[in-house]
């Protein structure tokens, strides 16, 4: 598709998308005349399950709409001979132009600021990085040691961190991303989402969640930072081992906590899963027509859908997402 034809079809978009005022009672209407024959309340509310798949379809219209618009936008804009212009913080020298895989290393008491239109990424002192790709399909920095604080706005999976153990894929965000000389680190999330990926899994961190992680392992749950201190302590008791702890574990879980349980029962037993499943229940995370049997059974597209349910709900802090409350120098 070209230039022009792209712009054709943006034309041709609505400009919104949205159902009629009474949609909601014509469809009542029609499901509860095909599965009864008798006409319904016009006052009723669908059920949950059909106001989901309603929404939803509206939502990927919608979506659809944006993600036009958005790659017309993204397509024009190209990144300068292929790299990031690096600046000195707190210093006079003249910036230069990181290429495609050159290496960057940060001696002692120098931190410097590599910029794009995407945003920018702080490299603290000691660290050393390698501009690994830079094209216009995706952006790939590799972090081999040391600390960066990035700031990126560009389409989610567009800017990617590898490091000895794991890959950061920002999915829209503001993060610290620290890695020792063994491979192990901790990600830390200001705002918006990364997923750390995994042997082929993703682990996913919202605004005010971190995560710790190893080269042997990979990502440990991420907990998010106002947790409570008998949370933490339980967890770490549990994932070493003493399963005994897990009631406990479960009963200290505020709603935002099921964020640590699911990814808890990522790789849990079905045992263990229906116990964090019934304290998701309790802490009122599930949708009532939500079948347990597939979250316990591992069904990967329930799994898959509880995880966007509460990303949505549950997990979504507009105060740390949007605008964060940390105490973060970059």
């Known amino acids: 598709m070209n230039d022009d034809q792209l712009r054709a079809k943006l034309r041709a978009l609505p400009r919104e998308i949205a159902p009629p005022r009474d ?12 599965s009864s024959g008798e006409d319904s309340d016009p006052e009723s509310k669908p059920p949950f399950a059909l106001r989901r798949v309603v929404l939803r379809g509206l939502s990927l219209a919608a979506t659809v709409v944006l993600a036009f618009s958005a790659l017309y936008l993204f397509k024009g804009k190209t990144l300068p001979d292929s790299g990031w212009e690096v600046s000195v913080i707190d210093g006079s020298e003249q910036p230069f132009l990181l290429r495609e895989g050159a290496e960057l290393t940060a001696a002692d008491g120098i931190r410097y600021r590599a910029s794009t239109w995407i945003g920018d990424v702080t490299i603290e002192s000691g ?27 560009a389409p989610p999976r567009y800017f990617i961190v590898e490091t000895p153990s794991v890959t950061a894929i920002d999915l829209g965000c503001e993060y610290r991303l620290q890695i020792d000389d063994a491979g192990d680190g901790t990600l830390e999330v200001v705002s918006g989402w990364v997923a750390l990926e995994f042997l082929g899994r993703e682990w996913f961190v919202p605004a005010g969640a971190s995560s710790t ?26 994932r070493g081992g003493a399963s005994e702890v897990l009631p406990s574990l479960l009963d200290s879980a505020r709603a935002f906590d099921t964020l640590t349980l699911w990814h808890l029962a990522y790789t849990a037993d ?39 349910h509460m990303g949505e709900s549950v997990w979504f802090r507009p105060e740390l997402f949007f605008e964060s409350n940390l105490e973060v120098t970059p």
């Open 213 to 238: 992680f190893d080269h042997e392992s990979g990502p440990q749950p991420p907990v998010f930072m106002d947790a409570s201190a008998d949370f933490r302590e339980l967890l770490r008791r549990f």
């Open 23 to 34: 949609a909601w009672t014509a469809i009542a209407g029609r499901v509860a005349g095909s």
């Open 270 to 308: 079905r045992v263990t899963r229906a116990a964090i499943y019934d304290a998701f229940v309790a802490l009122n995370a599930v949708p009532a027509d939500y079948a347990k049997e597939d979250y316990v059974d591992g069904n990967p597209a329930a799994v898959d859908w509880l995880r966007l």
């Open 127 to 153: 660290s050393t990085v390698r501009l690994a790709e830079s094209g216009e399909e995706k952006q790939v920095f590799r972090l081999d040691r040391g600390e960066i604080y990035a700031r990126i706005d």
